[in-house]
Structure formats: C-alpha cells, structure tokens
C-alpha cells in the first residue's frame, strides 16, 4: 500500500472555490506544509500572497491559467502565464479551449497549449493542460492528449471541478493510453476519498487535483489500520 507521504506527494491541494476566503488560503496552506503535498493551488489573484505563505516550505505553488472555462485568446493565457510565473508560480495548470477543440480548429488550440508552454518554459514551469472531460467524445480526449503533448505540456488533466463531470477510471486509461510515457496524468475533481484515489492511481494517474486531502489521508490511515 501507498505511504501516507507518497500520496500526499502526488495531491495538489486545490483551494479554489469562490466562496473560499483569505482564512480559507491561510489555514489551506497551512495544511499542505503540514502534510507535504506536491503543490497547493491557490486562485491566481491570490498567487503573491500565497507565495509568501509557502516560504521555506518544499511545497510547490501552482496557478490555474484560463480558470476554469478557457475559452480566453492565445495571447491572453500566455499573459496569464507570465504574470503568475512572475508572482510566484512554479507549476500551471490551463484550461483548454474545449470549444475550439470541438470546432476541430486544432492548429488553434495547439498554438493555445504551445503559447503558454513557451512562456513556461524559459522558467522550467511544468503546464497541466486540463481537458474538462465531462464536455469531450472519447475521440476528442484522444486528440486533446495528443494536441498537448505535440504543444510541449508534461502533464495531461481531467476536469477543473466546475463542471458536472470529474475524474473516471476510463478517462484516465484512456489519457494514460493517447500518450507517451513522458506525460503524467493528472485526476482532477471529485477525488474525495482514498478507495477512490486509489483506482485511478491503478488506472495510471500519478497527480491528484483535490480540495479533499485530509479527508483522503484519514482515509489511508484507517485502510491501514484495517490491514
């Protein structure tokens, strides 16, 4: 079984509701310096402020890009990225233009992914791309993943937890399959407990997007306990 320090290792701990406040970032960052997650995840307004909580700390700071519709232009995003980069991001995760996607204007979205990834870049900021799921055909997630792993992005992602739809075992096979080993999947939204963390990390995901992490360790200790 997974150590509690190897699944905290692959969370990043999402603290973006809109109904979350100032205390929610604090006593959220809080927390992942305690348990040692891979990357809190803060609104992108909050990126100075949240850089300043996490000083001293190995916890990484990622900042969404395009949150949570990405429907914004290429030169936008690219923007986007830049300003957080500049204020403290050292992961992004983006959203991609699902509606251009589904235009099959994939020139389009390609140069999308591939305006942030070389704003990213110069830096050596990894970019998620999240493909939000729930909205995609099959075949379109295929050729999601494959857009951005051709774009230059390291990570390929579910969902942003704003849509009906979240993380499934078939979409995370179906990721895991439409890339090379080179990308890592990324389950996002709806990850509440550890039965379910731990099927998806079967399924091939290797990063968690979760506003659940407490929730999902007590869940591991107690599954320890039991063994």
Known sequence: MLTAAEVAQMIDHSILLPTQTEKDLEEGIAYCREVRVKCAVPKAFQAPQAKRLLEGSDVRLCIPVSFPQGLNAPEVKRYEAEWAIGHGAQELDMVMNASALKSRLYDYVERDIAGVVEAASRHDVPVKVILETCLLTDNEKVTACQIAERAGARFVKTS?????????????????????DKIVVKASAYVTTIEKFLVLHEAGARRFGTGYTRQILEGLQALAKKS
């Open 160 to 180: 942003t937890a704003t849509q009906p739809g979240g993380a499934t075992v078939e979409d995370v096979r179906l990721m895991r399959r439409s890339v090379s």
